[in-house]
């Protein structure tokens, strides 16, 4: 079982031993009460105290097992709170590190709770599109008060253990004990050992000067705050029960919420999601233990609005940078623009101007490759143009020092060429950043086929320091995100071509839960830039059939907001999209020169192309190895590319639609004599697994 027993003079010490992070699966539930069982009936133990192992007291309820019989299978949680409770002996939890979700609730089941400062304390089940189900919110609200605890419990928020037990008329916790805990907590128990009744937390009341009020409240700012997401609301439901119910009947209540909330997609897209962030941090050959190299300074090529941003990164996470541009007004511009960006945040209280002195403090410039002599990375953000590249790392390959990890932020370009501008390709790697780079959370590492496992394994420890999800792409053109939304982009032309306006477009995935649809967001980014790239790749694939019609837009001038017009008109200095009836008269006159009727075309079948369209790239993606698991496609377009989270990405969309209705979808758009046939044979991994009735996941 997953937690021992030990006697310590009258003391019965269960510890949770489930490592990471003591998650509450069967085996250490069985270990709970088989210790509570055993105190019982041991005369010589007069109290029990209950600890974690490790790093935690215990993460909560192990996730892993949701969708299992094991999260029910006896004792199931609430039957293990219930026995320690209703124990004839009182039991006192021993809590440091880590307290959260089921382990809280563990916690407050017990009579008396010592806590080591520092200890993170949270019920984060909301975050899992759930609500804490194992009595959280009829108890804690009897130890920490409405306010509080409605607050903990429906943001997930985490809270520092010193500053809840500093709260005036707090019960949560009855002693902060610094050094061992354990000790403190036997202590404490041998004190207490024969005081009688046992409290019980269950049995204290929730009081508050006007609870209706403040839960109406409660329910307009949580309701405004979650649009998409049920869980929010459902907490403040089950917290209303707490004041307004008996203990038992207020349990029933958390009990029917909880397993309704637990079918909800958008709990099995944020669960999905939850192990999707952590798994794109293992490279399946690169072992979690390979040695990393020391990175104490970054170098930038490129003071333009990517090497910037890319520069900020570092500077926020204290790491000194040395940006390097080939003309000092370039340089100067740069240099100003990172000033700018950060006075921008001192104006908005997000940072202190001492902040800012201290970055700025870290970053220097110069116009020779020679003073980037001694750094252990750069990374280079020029012109997307090969031959710029190659003057650039034929340079650095000069300067750098050996073992220095050559970087490109390159987009498009093949990152296995760059690296053969150097002798050294084993240290060449692609650093993807998307802009704005110091606000993107997506990075993608690409890893060229000679980039070496310990550069891989620092750029992700790097990565994830400057707060980045990253996720390791193969080289091919695009890598995962870019690659996949071409056959996104395709489409949303196909449909212009078919009958469909771009607003009408923009608003179906809008309302699918994308924050821009594709012709919003071509008007923002630039629609001339696509144009660059579909120039250079068309030539280097003339047969690849798509529309025209974003040509014929960039052909009348009409890059986006930057020209005032786009696919949408604009007001000068606005950015409100307002439907353009010269864009619909391109498209009628482009429609009559191609022979196309133009036909109604349902939300639905926008959407599913769409999503299709990167579903069935991605599982392409996979199967070449470009990716490694389906669940980093997911977060990279979760982070990335704006991905609704409550859908949990394209590969989980899929597998809750059904992988089979997925292949079913794309043969009828395969019989669309206006849509691209050949792109809708459904990849070879996505037909085997609808084939096997199996998911991505
Ligand atoms: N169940 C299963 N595995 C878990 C886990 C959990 N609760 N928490 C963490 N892990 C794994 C994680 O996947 C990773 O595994 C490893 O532990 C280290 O995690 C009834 C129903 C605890 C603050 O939501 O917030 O209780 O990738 O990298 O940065 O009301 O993990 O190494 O194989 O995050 O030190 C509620 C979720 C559950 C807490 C530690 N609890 N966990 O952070 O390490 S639902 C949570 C965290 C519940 C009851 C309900 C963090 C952490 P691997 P890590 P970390």
Not at 11 to 30: D, E, H, M, W, Y
Not at 341 to 346: G, I, L, T
Request: proline residues 5%; neutral net charge.
């Amino acid at each position: 079982m997953s937690a021992t027993y030990e006697i310590r003079g009258p003391v019965a010490v269960i510890t949770l031993t489930n490592p990471p992070v003591n998650g509450l699966g069967l085996s250490t539930r069985k270990g709970i009460t088989d210790g509570i069982e055993r105190a019982q009936n041991d005369a010589a133990v007069k109290a029990v105290v209950i600890t974690g192992a490790g790093k935690a007291f215990s993460g909560g309820a192990d996730i892993r097992e949701f969708g299992s019989p094991l999260a029910y299978a006896s004792p199931d949680l609430l039957s293990v709170i219930a026995a320690v409770e209703a124990s004839s002996k009182p039991v006192v939890a021993a809590i440091q590190s880590v307290v959260m979700g089921g382990g809280l609730e563990l916690a407050l089941g017990c009579h008396y709770r010592v806590v080591a400062p520092g200890t993170q304390v949270a019920l984060p089940e909301v975050k899992l599109g759930l609500l804490p189900g194992a009595g959280g919110t009829q108890r804690l609200p009897r130890v920490l008060g409405l306010e509080t605890a409605l607050n903990l419990i429906a943001s997930g928020d985490t809270a520092k253990s010193e500053q809840l037990a500093a709260l005036p008329g707090q019960k949560l916790f009855d002693q902060v004990a610094d050094g061992d805990v354990v000790a403190a907590a036997i202590a404490f128990a041998t004190n207490v050992a024969d005081r009688r009744p046992l409290p019980r937390v269950r049995d204290l009341k929730v009081v508050h000067t006007d609870a209706e009020a403040y839960l109406q409240f409660a329910r307009n700012t949580v309701g405004a705050m979650s649009k998409n997401f049920p869980a929010p609301l459902q907490c403040v439901e089950a917290v209303a029960a707490s004041i307004n119910k008996p203990f038992d009947a207020g349990m029933q209540v958390e009990r029917e919420i909880f397993s309704a909330l637990m079918l909800t997609p958008e709990s099995r897209a944020q669960r999905h999601m939850f192990f999707a962030e952590r798994a794109a941090s293992k490279i399946p050959d690169v072992p979690a233990d390979t040695p990393v190299r020391t990175i104490a300074k970054v170098g930038v090529i490129g003071a333009g609005t990517m090497g910037g941003g890319i520069a900020m990164n570092f500077l926020n996470a204290g790491i000194p940078v040395t940006i390097l541009e080939t003309k000092q007004d370039a340089l100067d511009r740069g240099l100003a623009t990172v000033r700018k960006n950060y006075e921008a945040q001192v104006k908005k209280g997000k940072l202190t101007q001492e902040k800012l002195d201290q970055r700025l403090a870290l970053l220097s410039s110069t116009l020779a490759y020679d003073d980037l002599k001694d750094v252990d990375l750069v990374i280079e953000a020029v012109f997307e143009d090969i031959n710029v590249k190659a003057q650039v790392f034929k340079a650095l390959d000069e300067v750098c020092k050996p073992g220095a990890i050559l970087a490109s932020n390159t987009s498009t370009l093949d990152v296995d060429k760059i690296a053969a501008f150097t002798k050294r390709p084993q240290d060449v790697v692609g650093m993807h950043f998307f802009s704005p780079a110091n606000v993107m959370k997506l990075l993608e590492v690409v890893r060229g086929a000679k980039t070496a496992k310990d550069v891989l394994a620092t750029v992700m420890q790097l990565g994830k320091k400057i707060r980045k999800t990253c996720v390791v792409s193969g080289v091919c053109d695009g890598f995962i995100g870019n690659r996949m939304i071409e056959q996104y982009s395709r489409q949303a032309g196909f449909l212009l071509d078919e009958g469909a306006s771009p607003q009408q477009v923009d608003k179906a995935v809008e309302k699918f839960g994308f924050a821009m649809g594709p012709f919003r967001m071509g008007d923002l980014a630039g629609n001339d830039i696509g144009w660059y790239i579909r120039k250079r790749r068309y030539i280097e694939q003339p047969d690849m059939r798509y529309s025209k019609s974003a040509d014929l837009l960039c052909e009348l001038g009409r890059y986006g907001q930057k020209t005032s017009a786009g696919w949408y008109d604009y007001v000068p200095g606005k950015r409100d999209a307002i439907p353009s009836p010269v864009v619909a008269e391109m498209l009628e006159k482009h429609r009559a020169a191609l022979g196309i009727a133009p036909r109604r075309i349902s939300d639905e079948e926008i959407v599913q192309r769409l999503v299709y369209a990167l579903v069935n790239e991605g599982a392409k993606i996979v199967e070449e190895g470009i990716a490694s698991k389906a669940s980093d496609i997911d977060m990279v377009y979760l982070a990335g590319y704006g991905f609704p989270l409550h859908r949990g990405g394209p590969m989980c969309y899929a597998d809750t639609q059904g992988l089979f209705n997925v292949v079913a979808a794309m043969k009828r758009f395969a019989k669309n004599p206006n849509d691209d046939a050949s792109f809708w044979v459904p990849a070879p991994l996505l037909a085997k697994l609808a084939d096997e009735g199996k998911t991505f996941s």
